[in-house]
Each structure stands twice: as C-alpha cells, then as structure tokens.
C-alpha cells in the first residue's frame, strides 16, 4: 500500500469513526438534522454502528486488503444513501455534507485498485 493509500485510508477511517461516534453521543449537530429529515430515532444506533463498523474494516485492511476493500464499499454506499435521505428530505443546503464524508472513502477503494 503506498503513502498515499494509507493516509487517505487514514481520514477516512477517522472520518467514518468521528461520524459514528457523534451520533452515538447524539451531538446536536447531528442528529437534529437526522430527525429532520425523518429517520427514525430507533435507526441511529445502528445507523452509527454502521459508520463506526465501517471504521475498523478501513483499519484491519492495513493488514487484510479485502476486508478494507469491503469497507470502503460500504461507507461509499451508506453516504450515497445519506445524500438520497437529504435529497429527499429537500434539504439540499444540507447535501455537501455526507459527500465530505464520502469523499475520502471513494478515494480509499478507488486507491485500492
């Protein structure tokens, strides 16, 4: 894996973790935003299990590619489902942020190959 590979890997796993993180401890920043657009609030744990399990795979594929592979695909796929539930919530102000998120786990997988 080069430098470049690892790093990017790097901020996206710290991306993905703070993201799962701050729902967990229900910053406000994030999840008032969720109950806008309507997700319901018996989602967002999993939902932050989801970004944080998505975390730990970018990890463990320092050492095992597929599984960092896998969960790059993951993460690339839960955030294009973020940027779908704002879209249809119309908060399209709101849109840039879950593709900052994505953004580095795109450039992880796209890294991979």
Request: hydrophobic letters at 65%; charged letters at 5%.
């Amino acid at each position: 894996m080069s430098t470049t590979a690892t790093v990017v890997t790097a901020v996206a796993a710290f991306m993905a973790g703070f993201s799962g993180a701050s729902i967990f401890f229900r910053a406000k920043f994030v999840v008032e935003p969720l109950a806008q657009y309507g997700v319901p609030r018996a989602w967002w744990n999993r939902l932050g299990a989801a970004k944080a399990a998505g975390a730990v795979g970018l990890v463990v594929g320092f050492w095992v590619p597929v599984i960092g592979t896998l969960a790059a695909i993951g993460l690339v796929l839960y955030f294009a489902g973020a940027v779908i539930t704002v879209l249809r919530a119309r908060a399209y102000g709101h849109a840039p942020f879950p593709l900052v998120y994505m953004a580095p786990a795109v450039a992880a997988l796209a890294l991979t190959w």
